[in-house]
Structure formats: C-alpha cells, structure tokens
C-alpha cells in the first residue's frame, strides 16, 4: 500500500488536493481502493472508494473536503478481501472525536488479538488487520495521559510490518513499526509536514525531504510543531524487495536510491552470470534500471524489447489469476524489428509464479528471437512475504517446488540465473542483515504465530 499524509497549520494549502497528487505518485503500491479523510479541528470528512486515485476523486469531491489536515491511502491487498469496507482510511468514533487511520505492512499476529477482542464482545467493520489496531490504540488511550502512550502499548501488542499516520482532532502521528519494514518519510512544503511512503511523492507535491521516520518512531504533528517519541527497542530491517520491485526508481528509502540499487543489481548479475548475446533488454518497467546495468557491464548494448501499454495498472497487483493471465498480454508487446534474428540476454528483477517470465519469453520467441537468456536481479523467492507484499504460499512460488535448471525448462528460456544473496549482500555494501531478506533467505525477523494465514479473514 501507499499512504501519505499533511498538517497545515494556517489552511493555506488544500490538503484534499496535496493529498491527491501524493497518492498520484505512490499510485505504483496500490491500485485496489483509494480514499482521503480531511480533519477540520475533530470533524473528519472522507472519501475512499476501490479504484485508482483519478477514478476514486474528481474534483467535486475534492472541494469537500476541507481542513487543515488530511491522511490518504492506496491500497494493495494483502490482508482482507478486495471489498469497499476495506478501503482505508478507517475512520473510527474515537472518545470526544473522530480517528482516521491509514495503514501499509502487514501484522502477523492480527488474527489472535482480534479473535480475543471478538471474544470480549468488540465488533468489527471491515477483514482488515487496521482495525486492529484502532481498537487497540482506542482501547488503550483510555488508561493512558495521551494517545502516544497508547500507541506505545499497542505496538507492545502487534507484531509485524505496520507505517501508519493517525488523524486525531488535534494531531497528525506518524508511526513506523520497530523494525521499520515499510518505509515512511517526512517532508515539508512552507510550514506544513508531510509523511508518505516514498521519497518520489514529496518530489510530485513540491515538498522539501527533512528525513525518514526512524524504525520504532512515532512523529507527532500539531500546531505547535513536530514531537518525536521512541519505543523501547528498534531495529534497521526495511524490505530489501522494496528495492528491488516494490518503490518507484526514482525514490530514495533511507537514504538510499532505489534506481542505483537496481542498476548495481544487474551490474552484480552480469559479473556472476555473464552470456555472449548482440543485445540486453528488460521487462518494463521492473526488470529496465537492472537491464541498463547489466548492459553496461557486459558491454553488450541495452535494447527495448517491448513497447508498454502505459494506461495499465502492475498486472500482478491484480488479486484473481484470471486477470494476471490477460493483463500480460495487455500490458506488453515485443519489438519485432529489434529481437528478430537476436541472442537476447532478458532481464527481470524476480519471479514468483513464473506466469510473466513464461509469457514473455514465448512472445520474444514468436518474435524471433533466436536464444533467449533470463537473468534474474534478485535471489530466487522461496518463502512468502508476511509483512505486506502479496507473494503466495510456498506452494506457488516456482523456485520453491523446482531447480533453476527445471525452472528454466518450464519457462522456455535457454538458460537462467538468479543474483545469488552474496551479490546482494555486496550490492548493498555487505549490510544485508539490516534489512529483511526473508523471502529469500527464509529468516523472518518476527515469529510467526501459529495459525497465521494471510487470507484468516474472509
Ligand atoms: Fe520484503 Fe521479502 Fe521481507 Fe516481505 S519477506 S518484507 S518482501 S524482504
Ligand atoms: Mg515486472
């Protein structure tokens, strides 16, 4: 998911609307359901709806909502069924005002604190594991001086990937979950704060980066300016996946560029598995930035293989397998007059089930391409994700149930190799362990508790 949010003290700017674009460019981590909630001093209005961001708002409604502060969300499911009540932000009845809350990551122990407050006889609106944690941070304000503090006990109790930003009557908070999985950042335009996912949505709405919110770290916003609380311990474990496929080229995450990342990704890719070719393409738009790397590396000139349909969302975000199969088709035609007759070296940044990589190769071939070489910038997944990006069980993921060699049959490529968890260690500077690796390493940093399923409520 996508979330980003703004406080302006003096209601100079539009926040629905600074809000909007935000969601605009962080579009890329979500496209299922969009939706805004605007305070004005503890009335909250929203908006959300499934849908991309054009399609959710038009301006209309825009000019509706108004306040001096505003959350949104673009939502990509993980936990939860693609339903309208499951769009965020979560708007809740929250002692003397409303709560709206926006959510990315995942919690791995949702289903246990939730089956206990159903059984305390609480009721819920929506599957998504959020609202968990509405209940909590409500239920624990009450024994609480301020809602930081309550928050503080609700991250006691959840475990997992959570970056949230929380409207209250008074206040814009930004949380991100001890081991700071998803990425979070803060920026400002004049004297209004903003927090999104990504780095590129400060650039889009014209906002200054200040800095990322720290693992552990709750950010509050009010009118009197910007307080930080820390939670008891933290940890450096941001998803590597978001370099690799997830955030947008153009965004830094911690400080780092995702586009120079994956360019030194295929740079690595090319020293472990180089292969005499007359041309390297990528598969738009993931497998591009690793492409021009391996390309320089190898000396072996970058070609565009494809021309992209732009007005398609990521077909892989798409939860029914139905429409993954149409979507590839749709999304991508090859280049005839560049990959007849060529050995081409193809790059990808991962592959999970092997549907893309399969299709695509088929239509270079068909294309005429005469050897087709599949060089993957990533170690092969092995392991489901738990902390909120949508890879499936074990059971569907390719590199799981067979060998590179079996792989690469079954896809029809010539020959494949995969970036070895060495190479990524070197690609980002021999720090590995200070980011989560799980789905290729199989070490989650959390437990997972018994029973957990990603799909436990529908
Ligand atoms: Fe990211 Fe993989 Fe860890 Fe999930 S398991 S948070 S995709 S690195
Ligand atoms: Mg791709």
């Known amino acids: 998911c996508g979330i ?34 605007v305070n004005d001093t503890g009335t909250i209005l929203y908006h959300k709806d499934n849908g991309l961001v054009n399609e959710v708002f038009n301006e209309v409604v825009l000019n509706h909502l108004k306040g001096h502060s505003a959350i949104g969300h673009v939502r990509y499911s993980t936990t939860g069924k693609n339903d ?39 009721i819920f609106q929506t599957t998504i594991d959020s609202e968990v944690i509405a209940n909590l941070i409500s239920r624990n304000r009450i024994k609480s001086d301020n809602i930081e503090e309550a928050i503080l006990k609700t991250m006691d109790e959840i475990k997992g990937a959570y970056s949230l930003l929380i409207l209250t009557p008074n206040k814009l ?33 014209g906002a200054e980066y200040i800095r990322d919110v720290e693992p552990g770290e709750i950010v509050t916003v009010t009118k009197d300016g910007i307080k930080s609380t820390k939670y008891r311990q933290s940890f450096k474990h941001l998803c590597v996946f978001e370099f ?30 180089y292969v005499e070719c007359d041309i390297v393409i990528g598969v738009p738009d993931s497998g591009t930035t690793a492409a021009i790397g391996f390309s320089e590396e190898a000396k072996i000139p970058f070609s565009e293989g494809f021309v992209k349909n732009r007005y398609i969302g990521r077909t892989f975000i798409k939860p029914e397998q139905s429409q993954r199969e149409i979507s590839v088709r749709l999304k991508l035609n090859p280049l005839k007059n560049n990959v007849a007759g060529k050995r081409v070296v193809l790059i990808d940044d991962s592959i999970v089930r092997g549907t893309t990589s399969r ?28 902390y909120g990006i949508d890879t499936p069980d074990r059971k569907e993921l390719i590199a799981a149930n067979y060998t590179t060699q079996e792989i690469a049959k079954i896809l029809g490529a010539d020959s494949l190799e995969y970036l070895s968890l060495e190479g990524l260690n070197s690609v980002f500077e021999n720090k590995l362990q200070n980011f989560c690796t799980a789905c290729f390493s199989g070490e989650y940093i959390t437990e997972i508790p018994e029973g957990f399923n990603k799909y436990i409520f529908e």
């Open 4 to 37: 980003f949010g703004i406080y302006c003290p003096d209601k100079k700017l539009e926040v629905a609307k600074v809000t909007y674009f935000g969601l605009y460019a962080l579009q890329h981590r979500g496209q299922e359901s969009s939706g805004i909630a």
């Open 84 to 122: 309208r009540e499951n769009a965020q932000p979560l708007v809740v009845k929250y002692r003397k005002g409303h709560m709206a809350l926006v959510h990315n990551g995942n919690l791995v122990n949702a289903h246990i604190i939730r089956e206990k407050l159903e059984q305390e006889g609480a």
């Open 173 to 205: 908070i930004a949380v991100r979950d001890p081991y700071g999985l998803r990425p979070l950042v803060m920026g400002k335009i004049n004297n209004s704060i903003c927090f999104a996912s990504e780095t590129c949505a400060l650039d889009t709405v």
């Open 244 to 273: 690799i496929y997830f955030a947008r080229a153009d965004s830094y995450l911690d400080g780092i560029s995702v586009y120079e990342i994956r360019k030194k990704l295929g740079k690595q890719l090319c020293k472990e598995s």
């Open 359 to 386: 299709k695509i190769i088929k239509m270079l071939r068909d294309a005429g391409a005469r050897e087709v070489h599949l060089r993957i910038s990533s170690p092969p997944v092995l392991f489901p994700c738990y």
